[in-house]
């Protein structure tokens, strides 16, 4: 078979690599650009619904938590060196640049790519994406890519709005317990980072989105042996998501470090 | 798919030939809704030429039949050959439409009503 | 998304060829050797016992699975060299019926039906609002389009499945096992859909089947795959009445169904008597 741009779109049949699969949903999305009917608005905002809004309470409930925690552990230990003063830079620091990120993604880890993995999983093992590569209708196009897009937008947004969350439970803290005016508070928090701290965030957060989805559709198209072979498919993505989320995490906190 | 159109005695006439499928039925779609717009009272689709239908063909065949009964417009049908009459009866639309062997009988059924 | 196929056949009225079919797992031909032709406006039913590869041929005839070696033309096009468009190409001139539905069960029976309309044709919503409607008649189960398909039972999904796979009217319907599970009644109702579909309409069918009443009512023309020691080989082939004549002790235990006769399900004696004292 020559290769051309169709055949990467089509390639592989019922079985995936890891790579393929990806070549072949950027492959989609590139398509997708170019004709109508590809890339479904619909679609891809009921997944945005499913796999992205539907995870904001409990993504927001552990950001508040880590606002709180951030700003009591801390208080602990720069209340004695008389630094308390620093703690809404800390917190909001390690919020845009780290915790924010990290701990989303793996909310949404476990909230979503083990959603994604099963349902893709219970899909393969009832026919059903069979039956759609019978009808002609591409499973990557049909099933993978609006999730992908609708991850690759929310996981940002949400890390976005769970910053803000936990910015607020270091508020919490030091308005009502160290009696910190709130003024200061927020433009200690405010004024502290930079851009590119937000960015540097953004970025981690960009790439975590890829590895949850792809490795949860990955692990639910390639499922074999039944019910089991869904649980297995489940955990499996869960695991592999965040053991390359934290590798991915510190390959690129080193980079920033490195480069910055 | 062609379509022609003949007007006689306050009959629209639409002799159709071809095969009328998924390519196709728009066509006849977009002639069937400017009838329907123009409210004609009467209609007779001739089939005679027309060697298969598509269920595509025959839902747009209904949404004439649907617009058509909300100006109390007639429609007929006629002339199918054994195959295509076999597509209408399966999915049962030849409870749901008047068909007629040929087109006198048809005309004859139209003409008999209130115009 | 892609036009509507033309419907050109070069082979004539030959619809399905397969030529030499040999498909083998880790050395072990499950199918060995096939030739058949499937014509057009045929009910061609492939039987067999379990085990016997009907449904990797099936998955073979719909290009899901490729053979070891040999071909299938599928309208005069060799699917087992064509490429994924082509492929895609020439499925939208079949419809396939799965054994057990294979619906969408995040869909509605109406989305469901729908499905391949809206993805592969240019048709208006409310039109295909009426073919699902009329799709869902033709299998006995109109009102049901707002059913979720695990609201409904086994032999209601698979109509459902059947109602699928006729939604763009193919040239061509494969059906995996389309009776089984089915009451009398409904298994008389989906036999007179297919025998309507092929006889009036002249579509073809290729059905695989076990259940002998309802391929005797269908078949226009039959193929008895072997299984055991004859396994991946055709053991007869040919209209009813010649399966029906056919004195091959293997096929005509297969077609009474009785348990004794060439399709062993037990070990002889010295041998059971072996296998127990052995792995024991």
Redesign the interface.
């Known amino acids: ?1 020559k290769f051309s741009f ?2 990467l779109l ?2 592989g ?2 079985r995936q690599t890891y790579g393929l699969l990806n070549l072949r949903i950027f492959g989609w999305i590139l398509y997708g650009f170019t004709r109508p ?2 890339l479904v608005p619909s679609q891809i905002l009921a997944q945005v619904i499913r796999i992205g809004v539907q995870a904001i309470p409990m993504a927001s409930l552990v950001s508040l938590s880590v606002g709180f925690i951030l700003a009591m552990q801390s208080s602990t230990e720069l209340g004695k060196m008389g630094a308390n003063s620093f703690i809404p830079d800390l917190v909001s620091l390690s919020l845009m640049r780290e915790l924010g990120p990290l701990l989303v993604a793996i909310i949404v880890v476990g909230r979503s790519g083990s959603a994604v993995a099963a ?1 893709l999983g ?2 393969k093992v ?3 994406i ?2 759609l ?5 591409d499973p990557i196009r ?1 099933l993978v890519v609006p999730r992908f897009i609708a991850l690759m937008i929310m996981l940002p947004c949400m890390t976005i709005f769970g910053n803000c969350v936990g910015l607020a439970g270091g508020w919490v803290v030091c308005t009502l317990d160290m009696g910190m005016p709130s003024s200061f508070y927020i433009m200690r928090a405010m004024q502290r980072p930079e851009l590119w701290d937000l960015y540097s965030g953004i970025i981690k957060t960009v790439v975590f989105a890829h590895i949850i989805i792809t490795i949860a559709c990955f692990q639910g198209l390639n499922v074999e042996g039944g019910a089991e072979g869904v649980g297995r498919a489940t955990t499996a993505a869960v695991v592999y998501s965040i053991l390359w989320i934290i590798i991915a995490d510190t390959l690129l906190t080193g980079l920033f470090y490195v480069v910055l | 798919m062609e379509i022609r159109e003949k007007n006689d005695d306050s009959i629209t006439i639409l002799i159709l030939s071809g095969e009328i499928d998924l390519n196709q039925s728009p066509v006849l779609r977009t002639t069937l809704r400017e009838k329907a717009k123009a409210k004609t009272p009467r209609l007779i689709l001739d089939f005679a030429a027309v060697a298969y239908v598509d269920s595509s063909g025959l839902a747009t065949l209904i949404e004439y039949y649907q617009s058509s009964k909300a100006y109390s417009g007639k429609m007929a049908i006629c002339s199918l050959a054994p195959r295509v009459r076999s597509s209408f009866d399966l999915v049962r639309l030849s409870e749901v439409f008047s068909i007629f062997p040929d087109q006198a009988e048809a005309r004859k059924a139209l003409a008999g009503g209130p115009a | 998304m892609s036009p509507a196929p033309k419907k050109t056949n070069p082979s004539g009225d030959v619809i399905l060829e397969v030529r030499d079919l040999v498909q083998s797992y880790n050395g072990r031909a499950v199918l060995n050797g096939l030739n058949f032709k499937v014509r057009k406006g045929e009910t061609f039913v492939i039987m067999g016992g379990s085990g016997c590869g009907k449904t990797t041929l099936l998955r073979i005839l719909i290009g899901a699975q490729k053979p070891t070696s040999g071909s299938v033309l599928l309208f005069g096009e060799d699917i087992t060299k064509a490429s994924p468009q082509e492929l895609d190409r020439i499925r939208l001139r079949f419809g396939m019926n799965f054994q057990f539905g294979a619906l969408f069960q995040s869909m509605t029976v109406g989305e469901n039906i729908a499905l391949p309309l809206q993805e592969h044709s240019q048709v208006d919503p409310s039109l295909i609002e009426m073919i699902v409607k009329m799709k869902l008649e033709l299998v006995g189960l109109t009102g049901f389009e707002n059913f979720k398909p695990a609201e409904l039972s086994g032999g209601m999904r698979k109509r459902v499945g059947l109602a699928r796979a006729l939604a763009l009217d193919p040239e061509l319907l494969f059906s995996d096992e389309p009776t089984s599970g089915l009451d009398p009644v409904m298994t008389a109702v989906v036999d007179q859909l297919t025998l309507d579909s092929t006889r009036k309409i002249g579509v073809t069918a290729v059905v695989v089947s076990h259940d002998m009443t309802s391929s005797f009512r269908i078949a226009t023309h039959m193929l008895m795959l072997g299984s055991g020691p004859r396994q991946g080989e055709i053991i007869a082939e040919g209209t009813p009445d010649q399966i029906r004549a056919n004195p091959d002790p293997f096929l005509q235990q297969f077609v009474r169904g009785e348990a004794d006769g060439p399709i062993a399900f037990r070990l002889s004696q010295d041998d059971y008597l072996k296998h127990l004292l052995q792995e024991g």
């Open positions: 078979m169709d055949s089509n390639a049949g019922s009917g590809i349902e219970t899909m009832n026919e059903e069979e039956a590569r019978v009808m002609a209708i049909y």
